[in-house]
């Protein structure tokens, strides 16, 4: 978390502020903050207590939107006090494997999930633009 910290480069703006206010209006959901972060894989959603929305630089403006309803569904979800209940089980059972596989399975539960409820909403030649490469 801390070179996430330190890697923040700015706060969304203009454009791409106004949808994501939009969003979260559509969605009920509280706006969270939401940073380009320099050198990042892929968007997350940090934190607990002040969680934050971080966007790598590299994402390309069409699917920026997207991929900024998907974590904003992560934190409607509560997937980030999920993960850490699934931390401290995996903490206190380290020894079980059945509880490793759980967490795992646990997971990719949540992010199929999110990405259900992005394309859900979704009309067919959003999805199509999507899934070419």
Partial sequence: RRKMHVGRIEPISGKLLDEYTDLCKQRNIKQLPVYFTDPLPSACLVGVLRPYIALPLTSKPQETIHVLTHEVCHYANHDNLW???????????????????AATLSRTDSELRCDDRVVARMNLSERKSLSDP
């Avoid at 993960?83 to 596989?101: A, E, S, Y």
Wanted: glycine share 6%; aromatic share 16%.
């Fill in 83 to 101: 993960g850490v209940l699934r931390l401290l089980c995996c903490m206190v059972h380290w020894f079980n494997p059945l509880v490793w596989i």
